[in-house]
C-alpha cells in the first residue's frame, strides 16, 4: 500500500468509526474530508493493496505489548450467489441448523 492509498484508507477508518451509516459516502461525510468521494471508491475498485496485509499490520499494532490479546471470529455465512463472486463455496449455515438438522447453503463463511 502506497502513501496515498494509505491516507485515503485512514480517512475512511476514521469515518467507519464516526458514521452512523456504514456505506462508503456516509464514511466519507462523517471523516469531514473534502475529497470527492469517487477517489474512496476507487480505494476499493482500483488500488494496489491487501487486506490481508491491513489486516496482519493491524494485528502487529495490537500484540506490540506484553498482553494477551484475545481475537473473536463470527462463522456467519455471507449468502452470495453469482458468476462473478469470488470464493463461494457450500458451507453449514450455523444460524440456520440445529444439532439434530444441518442446513447448508451457498457462500462465504
Known sequence: MNQPTANTFRTLIRGWLLAPRRTILGMVRASGTERHHAAFHRLFATAKWSIDQAG???FDLLTTGKQTVFIS???TLLARRGLKVFGTGMHRDPV???????????GHC
Open 96 to 106: 440456520l441448523s440445529s444439532r439434530s438438522h444441518h442446513v447448508t447453503r451457498w
Open 73 to 75: 471470529a463470527d462463522d
Open 56 to 58: 496482519l499490520k493491524v
